[in-house]
């Protein structure tokens, strides 16, 4: 079956880095394109970032353009995102999560668990 | 940027109700849209794609129409575990935006 498993979420100061990782089994990784979506406390889902299967384009929500990097290793089956100059409104869970679809066409079929970042001083 | 407006914010229902959630795309976007359920401390789960069509597993009371702007999630008989928040996202093309969710609980 599909799993999809995140590590690297803390506490972390405004500022500062972080790197999520997830790690995908159950299926071909390298077939298919991911998301990283966040869900901030009291707030709505959020997609932050999407890379294609290939890691050939990566594509960003505007509040993140420029402090975060998405890429994958997909010799290891792994999603990784980059976080630099964090701050306290990216406080939330964020989740890897599988897409399906063709070209721009990618909804999310399967979703991690989760790994909550909160950035406080 | 394509904007997507979820109405309600949230709705008071009772089991065996019929429920209908709304979501509307400033521009076209054919029918490139998903629903998602997000029960508290739980995973978003998948219901429906391309507006319409139900993802494997998902009850049948549950049902998606609409394209261009408007579409439409319908429970046909709310059940007690669909109480939880929906969620909708165009994804026709870059930004892949969710709506801003609909909360589903108990009168």
């Known amino acids: 079956q599909v799993q999809l498993v995140e590590s690297g979420g803390g506490v972390v100061q405004p500022g500062r880095s972080l790197r999520l990782s997830c790690v995908g089994s159950g299926f071909t990784f390298r077939n298919y394109g991911m998301y990283w979506v966040r869900r901030a406390p009291g707030k709505g889902l959020e997609w932050v970032a999407v890379i294609w299967y290939d890691g050939s384009n990566e594509y960003y929500e505007e509040s993140v353009k420029g402090r975060f990097t998405i890429s994958r290793d997909n010799s290891k089956n792994t999603l990784y995102l980059q976080m630099n100059s964090l701050r306290v409104a990216d406080t939330a869970v964020y989740y890897c999560a599988r897409t399906y679809g063709s070209n721009y066409a990618l909804f999310i079929d399967y979703w991690g668990q989760g790994t909550l970042v909160t950035v406080s001083s | 940027d394509i904007q997507m407006t979820q109405f309600p914010s949230s709705l008071s229902a009772s089991v065996g109700d019929r429920v209908t959630v709304s979501c509307r795309a400033s521009?076209?976007?054919?029918?490139?849209l998903a629903w998602y359920q997000q029960k508290p401390g739980k995973v978003p789960k998948l219901l429906i794609y391309a507006a319409s069509t139900l993802q494997s597993g998902v009850p049948s009371r549950f049902s998606g129409s609409g394209s261009g702007t408007d579409f439409t999630l319908t429970i046909s008989s709310l059940q007690p575990e669909d109480f939880a928040t929906y969620y909708c996202q165009k994804y026709n093309t870059a930004p892949w935006t969710f709506g801003q969710g609909t909360r589903v609980d108990t009168k």
């Open positions: 521009q076209g976007i054919g029918n490139n």
